[in-house]
């Protein structure tokens, strides 16, 4: 995952948690950062046709994203304190709308697990790319992944 895209990640983060309530710190004082989990999605018609419009993402059950056009995603336990980042998690891609059901995709997932840290930079703890799938999947059916980090 590129560099930019990180940086990109960690500024949704950091102020995903200044909305959260870190009104604690003073503004010239950085607020208190989790860490954060990011998902780097690739999914994809295998007879290249535009089928997939929303994609629903998420993890041990709790949902992180539906998004249109958009593969990455972040999660952080500001958000969601009742995640434990590091440990077994399930990593679930659902499709929730397609114009050609059922279709054929091709699915894989890079997970990055680390911390944002003030003013520019994010501390990678941990790195899992999940083996490629490739799955025919009707509306509200999905691709699953158990794994460790």
């Given at each position: 995952?590129?560099?930019?895209?990180?940086?990109?990640?960690?500024?949704?983060?950091?102020?995903?948690?200044?909305?959260?309530g870190?009104?604690?710190?003073?503004?010239?004082?950085?607020?208190?950062?989790?860490?954060?989990m990011?998902?780097?999605?690739?999914?994809?018609?295998?007879?290249?046709?535009?089928?997939?419009?929303?994609?629903?993402?998420?993890?041990?059950g709790?949902?992180?994203?539906?998004?249109?056009?958009?593969?990455?995603?972040?999660?952080?336990?500001?958000?969601?304190?009742?995640?434990?980042?590091?440990?077994?998690?399930?990593?679930?891609?659902?499709?929730?709308?397609q114009?050609?059901?059922?279709?054929?995709y091709?699915?894989?997932?890079?997970?990055v697990?680390?911390?944002?840290?003030?003013?520019?930079?994010?501390?990678?703890?941990?790195?899992?790319?999940?083996?490629?799938q490739?799955?025919?999947?009707?509306?509200?059916?999905?691709?699953?992944?158990?794994?460790?980090?």
């Amino acid at each position: 995952m590129a560099s930019g895209l990180r940086t990109l990640i960690w500024a949704g983060s950091l102020l995903l948690a200044g909305a959260v309530g870190c009104g604690k710190s003073s503004p010239t004082e950085p607020p208190p950062i989790g860490n954060t989990m990011i998902f780097d999605v690739t999914i994809s018609n295998t007879a290249g046709k535009d089928t997939l419009q929303t994609l629903g993402v998420s993890l041990d059950g709790l949902v992180v994203a539906g998004s249109q056009n958009n593969r990455n995603y972040a999660i952080d336990n500001f958000s969601h304190p009742q995640l434990q980042m590091r440990g077994h998690h399930t990593l679930t891609l659902t499709i929730a709308s397609q114009s050609e059901s059922p279709s054929r995709y091709t699915a894989s997932v890079d997970v990055v697990l680390g911390s944002p840290t003030f003013p520019t930079g994010f501390n990678i703890f941990a790195e899992k790319i999940l083996p490629q799938q490739t799955a025919t999947l009707a509306t509200g059916e999905s691709i699953t992944w158990a794994f460790d980090i």
